[in-house]
């Protein structure tokens, strides 16, 4: 598949609902593009989108993290592709785009979270070098 991949722009905001929809999030345009003009603000986060044929097909999200007890990394905050653009090289470009944000800023290591169901989420990091550190659960609590 032929893509270029760029910033990501106001404009993407109905193109990320839709991709988010297929992966079963509950997103609107107005809170998606506030949430993007923060990161576009924000020079600790980095997002691109890939554009094949005009039509932005995949979106990565990526940010600086601090933990007192370790190095600071990069961690991918996001990566949805349409259905159609899986397998076809895309998420790589998109995390490869990161990896590169994230070596201008001198950090040497890239972290990811996935669901523990998604196991073919799972094999592609795998496949791009990424390696499973440990297993977590997330716990929240509504304020």
């Known amino acids: 598949m032929d893509v270029i991949v760029r910033e990501v722009a106001l404009e993407d905001s109905e193109a990320i609902c839709n991709l988010l929809e297929q992966l079963g999030y509950n997103a609107f345009v107005p809170e998606t593009a506030e949430r993007i003009k923060a990161v576009m603000a924000d020079e600790m986060h980095c997002a691109f989108v890939a554009v094949a044929k005009g039509n932005v097909v995949g979106w990565i999200h990526g940010f600086f993290a601090i933990r007192i007890e370790s190095a600071p990394f990069v ?27 994230s070596k201008q800023r001198s950090i040497i290591k890239l972290r ?4 523990s169901a998604r196991s073919k989420t799972h094999q592609f990091y795998q496949n791009l070098g990424f390696t499973e550190t440990k297993e977590q659960k997330v716990f929240e609590l509504k304020l």
């Open 112 to 115: 990811v979270r996935t669901n």
């Open 75 to 101: 961690e991918i905050g996001g990566l949805v592709l349409d259905t159609s653009a899986r397998g076809a090289g895309v998420g790589r470009r998109l995390v490869e785009q990161v990896m590169e944000w």
